[in-house]
């Protein structure tokens, strides 16, 4: 495997292991049930280590926008689908910035000339 596709299999784990911590917050109880603690504990660290690991091929500007941008995106989307959240107009906007706005931080820029 080339070290640029393992580093978005890299990325895309980072990505999934931050999903599913960040929706499991809930289920600690404000941290005071042990196995769910532990759950999203591990769940973060696995994410930080294979962002660290993308980052080695992949420009952090690129690998953290869509880190951050999908999963605050996904999470959001979650919890309207599935957590009882209200969906609304301004929520669906924020939405919608957040994805532009990765793709916008992403866009190639001309070369100069």
């Known amino acids: 495997m080339s070290d640029r596709r393992r580093a978005w299999a890299f990325l895309t784990a980072a990505i999934t292991c931050e999903i599913l911590a960040t929706v499991s917050l809930g289920s600690t109880e404000e941290f005071s049930r042990p196995l769910p603690t532990i759950?999203?504990?591990?769940?973060?660290?696995?994410?930080?280590?294979?962002?660290a690991q993308a980052l080695r091929s992949l420009p952090v500007s690129l690998a953290y926008a869509l880190w951050s941008g999908i999963g605050t995106a996904t999470v959001a989307?979650?919890?309207?689908?599935?957590?009882?959240?209200?969906?609304?107009?301004?929520?669906f906007l924020g939405l919608a910035?957040?994805?532009a706005g990765v793709v916008i931080l992403n866009?190639?820029?001309?070369?100069?000339?």
């Open 39 to 51: 759950a999203v504990l591990l769940g973060y660290a696995i994410s930080f280590a294979c962002l």
């Open 77 to 91: 989307m979650i919890g309207i689908a599935f957590l009882g959240e209200q969906a609304s107009a301004a929520k």
């Open 97 to 99: 910035l957040i994805i």
């Open 107 to 113: 866009m190639k820029q001309p070369a100069p000339e």
